[in-house]
């Protein structure tokens, strides 16, 4: 079983949606991270967080550490949310080789 | 600035042959690394360098090979390819080592037949 695991692992939604991805996580961390991988493959990071909830534009991330599970929501979906969304979760000792990455939730969105 | 650049974008290689994929940066990075993706898997750490001279290995290191001989330069060897090592291969850096923000290069689709 992989230490980090991600649901769905495809998405598809109408523009306008409100879509919800889910990362569930078995090891101990000190911050989980939520990456965007584009279609032409390029990766970028969009949320770093260790406690509650992050917003930055239509993107909000939350994380319940108690329940080791954290949320990567998009409101008012667009076609160009179209990507791949990687779910990272950084080890105790918060070092930059002690990461544990998702297989990624892959998000289509049709006009 | 560029960022993190890689090159080749594609390769195809026949089992046995060698060859090295380059990546660079201009941020005067200290923290390099190597992560391979391959289908329904999380990237994987191959090797990491906390700075020029220094490289480690990470979690799927055998059949790569790395140095840091720059602060801006991290390439990774594949000493004689094998049909396993087909994957997407992805650069990335860090201000250091514990800096939360990795900036990643945009991937060397790999085929080895």
């Known amino acids: 079983k992989n230490e980090v695991e991600q649901s769905p692992q495809n998405l598809t939604a109408q523009e306008g949606e409100f879509i919800t991805i889910n990362c569930s996580y078995s090891?101990?961390?000190?911050?989980l991270h939520w990456l965007q991988q584009h279609p032409g493959g390029g990766i970028v990071s969009l949320f770093m967080l260790s406690s509650g909830k992050k917003k930055h534009g239509r993107l909000i991330a939350t994380i319940n550490i108690q329940e080791k599970h954290s949320s990567l929501h998009i409101t008012a979906s667009h076609p160009r949310d179209s990507a791949v969304y990687i779910c990272?979760?950084?080890?105790?000792?918060?070092?930059?080789?002690?990461?544990?990455f998702g297989a990624g939730t892959r998000l289509t969105v049709k006009p | 600035n560029a960022g993190v650049t890689q090159t080749p974008k594609f390769q195809v290689l026949k089992t046995g042959q060698s060859m090295t994929l380059q990546c660079a940066q201009d941020m005067n990075h200290e923290y390099m690394s190597w992560y391979r993706q391959d289908p329904g898997m999380g990237l994987r750490l191959i090797h990491y360098s906390v700075g020029a001279g220094i490289t480690d290995q990470g979690e799927v290191p055998n059949g790569y090979n790395v140095s840091r001989s720059t602060t801006e330069d991290f390439p990774l060897r594949l000493l004689s390819a094998a049909p396993s090592q087909t994957s997407v291969y992805f650069c990335a850096s860090s201000r250091d080592f514990s800096t939360d923000t990795q900036y990643f290069g945009p991937g060397t689709r790999l085929t080895v037949l």
């Open positions: 090891v101990g961390i000190s911050a």
């Open positions: 990272a979760v950084r080890g105790p000792s918060g070092n930059n080789n002690d990461m544990r």
